[in-house]
């Protein structure tokens, strides 16, 4: 990873950013050889591009926003200026409303042009995921032992795995996937008299290869469940797929050369989905600090069972429960079980007194703005979460419980050893 590409005194030339430009530069030439070919006047190529990325970047915001709408409504000033958070298909859907507003306002073909756009944007989709490789944005897959998986040990964002530990480069997985839909795409947009496809066809390729690519890709991504063991992209890589299939069968009225296309693309998206529709919702992920600064992430605990408690010094049944808390993480600390204690005091110091205070060697982590309780829909502190090895969330003990109970620490030890969770979802 190469998170900074060059520095010259206080200025920096981010890996990301260079990416993102060069995705752009990339995408706009295509675009405009789309254009040439099909006799479309090339001045329209850089507003078109100029109104997907204004467009993309304003999607991709309020998606971001709509799934952090809690912590926006708790600081919305911040939410709103702040340079992260954002969402892929909400820059899809953000560009192609924008860019289809220019189109019609020009009284461009629409479909002639979406065509001569669609290579484009699997092409910067492709470099757009090195720039996330280089600089380890946080959007790598869970662990692997696969030859070819990595260390993000100077990611910019959310690494903290110990020496050893490698996961999936799910970046470089979909850089490669872009990168063949982008020939395929090419291929497609450049047939010409008989066998060029119905005005619309390339786009709607796109649409289901796009989906499916990013559907896959999810399988091996720590991302949030959502419904049916999906996550967000993955339901919207569904609709792509869905959209460009129907996309591909109103084209079809159009030229009978693409009478094969719409059962290929059925085929793909029920192979896609079955291959991802298993397994149960994912605990809701997060980062926080930990009493050294040290940022935490609770999906890079994957592997491992997990034992999350959210609590706060001024609560009495919190403290009380502490020590039999630090006396079940020595009896299971060495067989692959991670005990995380996630304080929602106002600020640190009154934390690390009450750690020093009552000698706890568990990781405890901070935050104060009462996010990840809002994420857990807690009612109360302190609350406990049970999430088995695939960040599977099993559990919710609400209230204090005596962590001292062999039963406890025995049906612990069964889902270390089996990965079976012999209690309900209330801990009972």
């Given amino acids: 990873m190469i ?3 060059l520095q010259l005194g206080p200025l920096k030339l981010y890996s990301f950013g260079a990416m993102l430009a060069l995705a752009f530069l990339g995408a706009g030439a295509v675009i405009e050889r789309g254009f040439e070919r099909r006799g479309l006047d090339r001045g329209h190529v850089t507003s078109i591009v100029t109104w997907a990325a204004v467009g993309g970047i304003l999607g991709s915001r309020i998606l971001a926003l709509l799934n952090d709408w809690q912590g926006f409504l708790s600081a919305p000033l911040d939410r709103l200026i702040t340079g992260a958070g954002f969402v892929w298909y909400g820059g899809l859907v953000g560009g192609f409303v924008a860019v289809t507003a220019y189109v019609v306002r020009s009284g461009l073909p629409w479909p002639v042009v979406v065509d001569a756009i669609a290579p484009g944007l699997a092409l910067g989709q492709a470099i757009g995921r090195i720039g996330c490789q280089l600089s380890g944005d946080g959007d790598w897959g869970g662990p692997s032992t696969l030859p070819w998986a990595m260390a993000y040990t100077r990611a910019i964002f959310g690494w903290s795995h110990p020496d050893g530990f490698r996961v999936h480069p799910a970046p470089v997985y979909e850089s490669l996937l872009y990168a063949g839909i982008f020939l395929w795409l090419l291929a497609l947009s450049r047939r010409e008299g008989e ?6 066809s390339v786009l709607c390729a796109y649409l289901v290869l796009s989906g499916l690519a990013r559907f896959l890709v999810e399988i091996v991504r720590i991302e949030p469940r959502l419904w049916l063991g999906l996550t967000e992209a993955q339901w919207f890589g569904i609709a792509s797929m869905l959209l460009g299939g129907l996309g591909l069968v109103w084209a079809q009225r ?3 050369r693409i009478v094969g296309l719409p059962l290929i693309v059925l085929g793909l998206t029920l192979a896609g989905v079955a291959s991802g529709c298993k397994g149960s919702p994912t ?6 600090q930990d009493l050294a600064g040290q940022a935490v992430r609770l999906s890079s605990q994957r592997g491992k069972v997990v034992f999350l408690n959210l609590w706060t010094t001024w609560c009495p049944p919190c403290r009380s429960e502490m020590p039999a808390m630090e006396a079940l993480a020595e009896k299971l600390g060495a067989q692959d079980f991670v005990m995380l204690a996630v304080s929602e005091d106002d600020g640190s110091e009154p934390v690390r007194r009450f750690v020093d205070e009552m000698k706890i060697t568990f990781p405890v982590l901070v935050d104060s703005t009462g996010e990840i309780g809002r994420r857990y829909g807690i ?6 979460f049970i999430i088995d090895r695939e960040g599977r969330q099993l559990a919710r003990f609400i209230g204090p419980r005596d962590w001292r109970d062999p039963a406890i620490e025995r049906d612990l030890k069964t889902l270390i050893d089996t990965g079976k969770w012999v209690r309900g979802p209330d801990g009972n």
Avoid at 195 to 200: E, M, N, Q, S, W
Avoid at 283 to 288: R, S, T, Y
Wanted: aromatic letters at 12%; hydrophobic letters at 30%; charged letters at 20%.
């Fill in 3 to 5: 998170p900074v590409l």
């Fill in 195 to 200: 066998d060029r496809y119905a005005p619309g």
């Fill in 254 to 256: 159009h030229q009978r």
């Fill in 379 to 384: 009612t109360g502190y302190p609350e406990t």
């Fill in 283 to 288: 605990a809701p992920d997060f980062v926080a």
